[in-house]
């Protein structure tokens, strides 16, 4: 694009030499001395949001009057030029044939005009194309205009060393030295005859009309060209023909890719029949426009544009098309604008900020690429700038706010960071959930906790370590820094984020990270934290540090009677249970006096592990501290209070939950638990007798026999009596068989029995099976002789015993006349025929079950016959039941009539 056609292609401002201008100078144009930087601008014209007034069709401009300031310097080195010539070396490498528009040098190759190498390109000093070299050059130096081959007919640009060269090189009547020594006498006013100006001043004449520079006559009449010379024909105005090489040199000269019109754009836009796809052309134009604020490399803004004037152009572009949008009711679109209107606000705002790496429109629509432009803000600490980028681009401007907050903190104004951290930090719904605190939260505290304290006091500084003190006398202006605990404002401001912003336990880990334990259980008793929260900010710390002494020690400071912390110091022997950290639940438990629970423990540490009767025997000062726990209980009437006798918590105490310290009761003051002393009395009692269990199994282990370890079961571990029933029935099953004799611990298994109330047929029966198994017939007939002379069992206990071991012998061929021996002990009939049928001695059976005339089991004989093939057997069974039922036939018959006679009347 270009400045408007009816602009004047040479317009002169004059330089007059003396007071009044000459007529002679002013008459011919190849005369006249132009200043380039005036040339196609009036005097009234003004900037304006396009480049109309600002460049002129043959290519200069409005702003070039800082560039060349000075008419003599333009007047020097116009008349070097045009009288002596171009110097060898600007002009030697000058192609003898034009070339093509391909061939010539691009834009982007070129800063600096190659003529003059001074001038520097800009919007307002555009680059232009000599067409006779191919060079890129200024206004100034391609003022000029000859026929090139190539170009028909009409006058095009080329530079001075062109036209010197090829145009006017052999156009002087005179050689170069006379001129130059004419021109300088001239100049000083003694080779003509008349004094010259000092200073040449450019002015205007009275009505406004540019008046041209005069120069002394006789200089200008040795300047002027020979009539063989090619005239400089004067620019036709902007008018197409049916020429088409007129018309294409036409176009390029009047073709401004780097100097846009806003207003030439709208016009031809106006044109257009299709407002709405005009406004979204204007919408692409305006994101291709934002493209020449990008700086050429990060931090160097491209100098040859003029950021103010593109941000204005495309500010006169979006209100265009909102305006196109709005005729054609596209909500959208004019929604679209406003977005694109915001994005210019904040281009407009970074460009006042002198901030050097604009970005373009398209970066700030993209949220992705709008969240980096705001992190480049944040690394250049351009905060105000980031924050009101967040606002008009949409995006979340926590991250300005934190870093904003951060750098109050950095120049300790924790006022203005506490303002700050209230934009982006969350305060939360539920401060007794475990989590880590939010990362911001925890930027800030370590912040504070490594900001080192500055101005330390004389005194301070002498008791400092020797290393600091070194580093203070080799580097003074350092300042001086201790190696000391964190600053009481830094300590003060951490508690007040944590408290206000974090959760409990970020409170409770920072106190005990500056070990400030009393005032981690205080925080903890006043603001009534969860258990968990103690049990992770406080038992774990100290846990791992093996100093839980300490804690428990403050503890007891803060409240005696440890009435407060009963939540917490059950939650933490839940948890040491959990985790099977047996020793330090002990440890906890004696500390709160809970002396059943630590009885408990005792247990535990007595039963876990144990793989054998002789380890148990090694662990027997468990079961002594679990007892001396239990009397203490219950020699304190103050720990032995109970809710009501016989109850564990409310509810009755179950001898099988004995030995598992998780068991469920309620606690008293302290979270101790509540038994009562009847319980105490029988769990002392339990204690005791399974010490002398275990003393006696042991014996017995270590002596000739080994029984104990066939009866135990690895994965299960040893039977004892803080198990069930079950297991307790396997105890004094063990008792009674690791002796060298039955009677031997009969006694110890009878008071078993007696204390647990357990069945004593069921266990005497189970023990009569496992000898029987051994072949041990000599104990069975002992342990009948000890179950008759306990004087609490019957004939049906000793024969049940008796069954149970026969039931185990009737598959050894070789134990029948044992078998016949322990028939002969049974009392009752009914163990006789159950012994002789389990033993398939039938025909014995059948006698003792005709004499006594017992029809069922004379049935079940004569099934067992037909199943193991007896057959005479079963005959004798079914000829005896036959006259049984007929005997049985006649009996009723007989009732019947006399039941008949008894109803007939006297």
Same mark, same amino acid.
């Given at each position: 694009?270009?400045?408007s056609?009816?602009?004047?292609?040479?317009?002169s401002?004059a330089?007059?030499?003396?007071?009044?201008?000459t007529?002679?100078?002013t008459?011919s144009p190849?005369?006249?001395?132009r200043?380039?930087?005036d040339?196609?601008r009036?005097?009234t014209?003004k900037?304006?949001?396009?480049?109309?007034?600002?460049?002129?069709?043959?290519?200069s401009?409005?702003?070039?009057?800082s560039?060349?300031t000075?008419?003599?310097?333009?007047?020097?080195k116009k008349a070097?030029?045009?009288?002596?010539?171009?110097k060898s070396?600007e002009v030697k490498n000058?192609?003898l044939?034009?070339p093509?528009q391909?061939?010539?040098?691009p834009d982007?190759a070129v800063?600096h005009?190659?003529?003059?190498?001074?001038e520097?390109?800009?919007m307002?000093?555009r680059r232009?194309?000599?067409?006779?070299?191919?060079?890129?050059v200024?206004?100034?130096?391609?003022e000029r205009t000859s026929?090139?081959?190539?170009?028909g007919d009409?006058?095009?640009r080329i530079?001075?060393?062109c036209?010197?060269?090829f145009?006017?090189?052999?156009?002087?009547?005179?050689s170069p030295?006379?001129l130059?020594e004419k021109?300088?006498?001239?100049?000083s006013?003694?080779?003509?005859g008349?004094?010259s100006?000092?200073?040449?001043?450019p002015?205007l004449s009275?009505?406004g009309?540019?008046v041209?520079p005069?120069?002394?006559?006789?200089?200008?009449?040795?300047m002027?060209?020979?009539?063989w010379?090619?005239q400089?024909?004067p620019?036709?105005?902007?008018k197409?023909s049916?020429?088409d090489i007129?018309?294409a040199?036409?176009?390029e000269?009047?073709?401004y890719e780097?100097?846009?019109?806003?207003?030439?754009?709208?016009?031809?836009l106006?044109l257009?029949?299709n407002p709405?796809t005009?406004a979204?052309q204007?919408?692409?134009l305006?994101?291709?426009?934002s493209?020449?604020?990008k700086p050429?490399k990060?931090g160097?803004p491209?100098p040859e544009?003029?950021?103010n004037?593109?941000i204005?152009m495309?500010?006169?572009?979006?209100?265009?098309?909102?305006v196109r949008y709005?005729?054609?009711?596209?909500?959208a679109?004019?929604?679209l604008c406003d977005t694109?209107l915001?994005r210019v606000d904040?281009?407009?705002?970074?460009?006042?900020s002198?901030?050097k790496n604009?970005?373009?429109i398209?970066e700030?629509i993209?949220p992705?690429?709008s969240?980096?432009i705001?992190d480049?803000l944040?690394?250049?600490e351009?905060l105000?700038?980031?924050l009101e980028?967040?606002t008009?681009?949409?995006?979340?401007?926590?991250a300005?706010w934190?870093?904003?907050?951060m750098?109050h903190?950095?120049t300790?104004?924790?006022?203005q960071?506490?303002?700050?951290f209230?934009?982006?930090?969350k305060v939360p719904t539920?401060?007794?959930?475990?989590?880590r605190p939010p990362?911001l939260?925890?930027?800030?505290i370590?912040?504070l906790?490594e900001r080192p304290?500055?101005?330390?006091p004389?005194t301070?500084?002498?008791?400092?370590?020797l290393?600091?003190?070194k580093?203070l006398i080799?580097?003074?202006t350092?300042?001086f820094?201790?190696?000391?605990e964190?600053?009481?404002?830094?300590f003060?401001?951490?508690?007040?984020y944590?408290?206000t912003?974090?959760?409990?336990?970020a409170?409770v880990?920072?106190y005990?990270k500056h070990?400030y334990l009393?005032?981690a259980?205080?925080?903890v008793?006043?603001?009534?934290?969860?258990?968990?929260?103690?049990?992770?900010?406080?038992?774990?710390?100290?846990l791992k540090?093996?100093s839980?002494?300490?804690?428990?020690e403050?503890?007891?400071?803060?409240d005696p009677?440890l009435d407060k912390?009963?939540?917490?110091l059950?939650a933490?022997?839940?948890y040491l249970n959990?985790?099977?950290?047996?020793?330090v639940?002990y440890?906890f438990?004696?500390?709160?006096?809970?002396?059943?629970r630590?009885?408990?423990?005792?247990?535990?540490?007595?039963q876990?592990?144990?793989v054998?009767?002789a380890?148990l025997?090694?662990?027997?000062h468990?079961l002594?501290?679990?007892k001396?726990?239990?009397?203490?209980?219950?020699?304190?009437? &103050?720990?032995?209070?109970? @809710?009501?006798?016989?109850?564990?918590?409310g %509810? +009755?105490? /179950?001898?099988?939950?004995? #030995?598992? =310290?998780?068991?469920s009761?309620?606690?008293?003051?302290g979270?101790?638990?509540?038994?009562?002393?009847?319980?105490l009395?029988?769990?002392?009692?339990?204690?005791?007798l399974?010490?002398?269990?275990?003393k &006696?199994l042991?014996r017995? @282990?270590?002596?000739?026999?080994?029984?104990t %370890? +066939?009866l /135990?079961?690895?994965?299960? #571990?040893? =039977?004892?009596?803080?198990?069930?029933?079950?297991?307790?029935a396997?105890v004094?099953?063990l008792?009674l068989?690791s002796?060298?004799?039955?009677?031997e611990?009969?006694?110890?298994a009878?008071?078993?029995i007696?204390d647990?109330?357990?069945?004593?047929s069921l266990?005497?029966?189970?023990?009569?099976?496992?000898?029987a198994?051994?072949?041990?017939?000599?104990e069975?007939?002992?342990?009948?002789?000890?179950?008759?002379?306990?004087?609490?069992?019957d004939?049906?206990?000793?024969?049940?015993?008796i069954?149970?071991c026969?039931?185990v012998?009737?598959?050894?061929?070789g134990d029948?006349?044992?078998?016949d021996?322990?028939?002969?002990?049974l009392?009752s009939?009914?163990?006789?025929?159950n012994a002789?049928?389990?033993?398939?001695k039938?025909k014995?059976a059948?006698?003792?079950?005709?004499?006594?005339?017992r029809?069922?089991d004379?049935?079940?004989?004569?099934?067992?016959?037909?199943?193991?093939?007896?057959?005479?057997?079963k005959?004798?069974?079914?000829r005896?039941?036959?006259s049984?039922?007929?005997?049985?036939q006649?009996?009723l018959?007989?009732?019947?009539l006399?039941f008949r006679a008894?109803?007939k009347p006297?």
């Amino acid at each position: 694009m270009a400045s408007s056609p009816t602009k004047s292609v040479t317009s002169s401002v004059a330089v007059p030499l003396s007071t009044t201008p000459t007529k002679s100078m002013t008459s011919s144009p190849s005369r006249q001395i132009r200043r380039p930087h005036d040339k196609g601008r009036s005097p009234t014209s003004k900037q304006s949001s396009s480049f109309e007034g600002r460049l002129s069709p043959s290519g200069s401009h409005s702003r070039r009057s800082s560039a060349r300031t000075s008419p003599v310097g333009s007047l020097s080195k116009k008349a070097s030029t045009d009288v002596f010539g171009p110097k060898s070396s600007e002009v030697k490498n000058l192609p003898l044939v034009p070339p093509r528009q391909e061939d010539w040098v691009p834009d982007s190759a070129v800063t600096h005009c190659m003529v003059c190498k001074v001038e520097r390109f800009s919007m307002f000093n555009r680059r232009h194309h000599c067409r006779r070299c191919g060079r890129v050059v200024c206004s100034t130096c391609s003022e000029r205009t000859s026929i090139v081959p190539g170009y028909g007919d009409v006058p095009v640009r080329i530079c001075d060393d062109c036209f010197d060269q090829f145009v006017t090189k052999k156009s002087y009547a005179i050689s170069p030295q006379e001129l130059e020594e004419k021109l300088q006498e001239g100049l000083s006013g003694d080779g003509f005859g008349r004094s010259s100006p000092k200073v040449l001043t450019p002015y205007l004449s009275s009505h406004g009309s540019a008046v041209t520079p005069t120069v002394p006559e006789d200089i200008t009449e040795l300047m002027e060209p020979q009539d063989w010379m090619t005239q400089q024909k004067p620019m036709k105005t902007w008018k197409l023909s049916t020429d088409d090489i007129y018309n294409a040199t036409i176009r390029e000269e009047f073709y401004y890719e780097q100097a846009p019109s806003t207003s030439l754009c709208l016009s031809i836009l106006d044109l257009h029949s299709n407002p709405l796809t005009c406004a979204q052309q204007i919408l692409v134009l305006c994101r291709d426009v934002s493209g020449y604020l990008k700086p050429i490399k990060p931090g160097v803004p491209n100098p040859e544009v003029d950021s103010n004037l593109v941000i204005s152009m495309i500010q006169t572009l979006l209100l265009n098309a909102k305006v196109r949008y709005m005729k054609c009711g596209e909500s959208a679109g004019v929604s679209l604008c406003d977005t694109y209107l915001s994005r210019v606000d904040v281009l407009t705002m970074m460009l006042s900020s002198n901030y050097k790496n604009i970005p373009t429109i398209e970066e700030l629509i993209e949220p992705e690429s709008s969240r980096r432009i705001r992190d480049k803000l944040l690394q250049d600490e351009r905060l105000d700038l980031a924050l009101e980028m967040c606002t008009k681009c949409g995006i979340d401007g926590t991250a300005v706010w934190a870093a904003w907050g951060m750098a109050h903190l950095a120049t300790g104004e924790y006022q203005q960071a506490r303002e700050k951290f209230l934009r982006c930090l969350k305060v939360p719904t539920d401060r007794n959930q475990i989590q880590r605190p939010p990362p911001l939260l925890r930027d800030i505290i370590t912040f504070l906790e490594e900001r080192p304290e500055t101005n330390t006091p004389k005194t301070e500084a002498l008791l400092a370590p020797l290393s600091s003190i070194k580093d203070l006398i080799s580097d003074p202006t350092k300042g001086f820094v201790l190696v000391s605990e964190i600053d009481k404002s830094c300590f003060d401001e951490c508690v007040y984020y944590l408290q206000t912003y974090g959760s409990h336990l970020a409170v409770v880990e920072f106190y005990i990270k500056h070990k400030y334990l009393h005032q981690a259980l205080r925080y903890v008793s006043d603001m009534r934290c969860s258990a968990e929260v103690f049990v992770e900010g406080l038992l774990l710390p100290y846990l791992k540090n093996g100093s839980l002494s300490e804690l428990q020690e403050q503890i007891q400071q803060h409240d005696p009677s440890l009435d407060k912390w009963t939540m917490y110091l059950n939650a933490t022997c839940r948890y040491l249970n959990r985790k099977s950290y047996s020793h330090v639940l002990y440890q906890f438990q004696i500390f709160m006096k809970d002396y059943i629970r630590a009885a408990m423990t005792c247990i535990k540490f007595f039963q876990t592990g144990a793989v054998s009767y002789a380890d148990l025997f090694d662990r027997l000062h468990h079961l002594n501290n679990a007892k001396a726990h239990l009397k203490d209980v219950v020699n304190d009437k &103050y720990l032995a209070l109970s @809710q009501k006798p016989g109850t564990v918590g409310g %509810r +009755k105490s /179950s001898l099988s939950e004995w #030995g598992s =310290p998780t068991h469920s009761a309620e606690a008293t003051s302290g979270g101790r638990l509540v038994l009562s002393p009847s319980e105490l009395t029988k769990h002392i009692n339990t204690i005791t007798l399974q010490i002398d269990v275990t003393k &006696y199994l042991h014996r017995c @282990q270590t002596g000739k026999s080994s029984n104990t %370890r +066939k009866l /135990s079961d690895p994965k299960k #571990g040893l =039977p004892t009596l803080f198990g069930n029933n079950k297991v307790k029935a396997e105890v004094v099953t063990l008792v009674l068989l690791s002796g060298s004799n039955l009677p031997e611990g009969f006694t110890l298994a009878f008071r078993i029995i007696q204390d647990f109330r357990l069945p004593a047929s069921l266990v005497y029966v189970h023990t009569g099976k496992q000898l029987a198994q051994q072949h041990k017939y000599k104990e069975i007939h002992q342990m009948l002789q000890c179950v008759r002379n306990t004087g609490l069992s019957d004939d049906q206990t000793c024969d049940d015993i008796i069954s149970g071991c026969i039931s185990v012998m009737v598959d050894e061929a070789g134990d029948s006349k044992e078998v016949d021996n322990l028939i002969k002990m049974l009392k009752s009939d009914m163990g006789k025929i159950n012994a002789y049928i389990m033993c398939n001695k039938l025909k014995s059976a059948y006698l003792i079950a005709v004499q006594a005339e017992r029809i069922d089991d004379v049935k079940r004989i004569s099934t067992a016959a037909q199943r193991v093939g007896q057959t005479a057997v079963k005959n004798i069974c079914d000829r005896w039941l036959h006259s049984q039922e007929q005997k049985r036939q006649r009996e009723l018959a007989q009732q019947e009539l006399l039941f008949r006679a008894k109803q007939k009347p006297q």
